[in-house]
C-alpha cells in the first residue's frame, strides 16, 4: 500500500473496531499495557506475552511472547477469535499510545520489534490458523501507523520454521516476509545482528539470555507497567531500559 492509502485503510479500520472509545477506556482506566482488556483471559488461555519486556540498542521497544507455550487445543477451546481480535485492537491502541509518546520526547521514530520464542511449536499450531490471520491482517494491525521494526522467531527448529513459514507465506505481506527473520538455536551464536542488538542480560533465559523474572520466571506473567496515561512514568523507564541496553 502507498502512504495515501494506508492512511484510508487505517481510517476506515478505526471507524469500524471502535479505536476512539478503546482510546479513551485505556486513558480513563488507567490500563498499562499489561491491564488491558482481555489480557489476563489471554494469559490463562496460555499465550504468555510480555509488552514491554526492555527497549534494544536502537531504541526500540521489545515485546516478548511465548508461541511453543501456547495449548492450541485450550487455546481455541477458552479464547475465542472475536475475543483474540477485541483484544488485538486493544493491543495496537496501546502500542500506538505508547510510542507516540516516547517518540515525542526522544525526538525520534520509536518502534516495537518482537521476540518470540516459538521452540515447542508443533503441527498442532496450525489449528490457530485463524488467530494467526488476524495476528496478522486483521483490522486491529491496520487500525494504528506501521510500528513494528522487525520480529525474531527464536529457537526455530524444522518443525516449527515449517509451520511459521506455512502461515507466511498464506498470510502476510511482502512487508511482514521481508521483516521476519527465523533463527535456530542461541540467537546471539546464530545472528551476529541479533547480538548486536539484545543484551543476554535483558532477554529471558528461555532464548538464550540471562533473565528470569515474573510467575515462573518466564518473563510474561505478573509483570507490572506504568498505565500509559502517566507520562512522566512511562518515559523514566524508557531512559532506565536504554541505559541498560547500551551496557
Request: with cysteine; glycine share 8%; net charge neutral.
Amino acid at each position: 500500500l502507498s502512504p495515501t492509502e494506508y492512511v484510508r485503510v487505517m481510517l476506515d479500520a478505526r471507524r469500524k473496531v471502535g479505536s476512539a472509545e478503546v482510546f479513551r477506556e485505556i486513558v480513563e482506566q488507567k490500563f498499562s499495557l499489561h491491564s488491558l482488556s482481555g489480557t489476563a483471559e489471554l494469559h490463562a488461555a496460555s499465550l504468555e506475552t510480555n509488552e514491554w519486556l526492555t527497549t534494544d540498542a536502537k531504541g526500540d521497544v521489545v515485546v516478548y511472547e511465548r508461541w511453543g507455550a501456547i495449548n492450541p487445543k485450550h487455546f481455541v477451546a477458552t479464547f475465542s477469535l472475536v475475543q483474540f481480535a477485541r483484544w488485538s485492537v486493544y493491543r495496537y491502541e496501546a502500542r500506538a499510545v505508547l510510542l507516540d509518546l516516547l517518540s515525542r520526547r526522544a525526538r525520534r521514530v520509536v518502534r516495537f520489534t518482537q521476540v518470540i520464542d516459538v521452540r515447542g511449536v508443533g503441527l498442532g499450531h496450525r489449528k490457530l490458523g485463524s488467530y494467526a490471520k488476524e495476528w496478522i491482517g486483521g483490522d486491529g494491525s491496520y487500525s494504528v501507523p506501521p510500528l513494528r521494526s522487525v520480529a525474531h522467531l527464536v529457537g526455530a527448529g524444522p518443525t516449527a520454521t515449517s509451520v511459521v513459514n506455512f502461515f507466511l507465506r498464506r498470510l502476510a505481506s511482502e512487508h511482514q516476509r521481508q521483516t521476519t527473520v527465523l533463527l535456530p538455536g542461541d540467537p546471539f551464536a546464530s545472528s551476529a545482528d541479533f547480538a548486536a542488538r539484545f543484551s543476554r542480560a535483558a532477554l529471558p533465559a528461555d532464548v538464550g539470555g540471562e533473565l528470569r523474572t515474573g510467575a515462573e520466571e518466564h518473563c510474561c506473567l505478573g509483570i507490572e507497567l506504568p498505565a500509559l496515561s502517566d507520562g512522566d512514568a512511562l518515559w523514566a523507564r524508557y531512559e532506565s531500559d536504554q541505559q541498560h541496553a547500551l551496557l
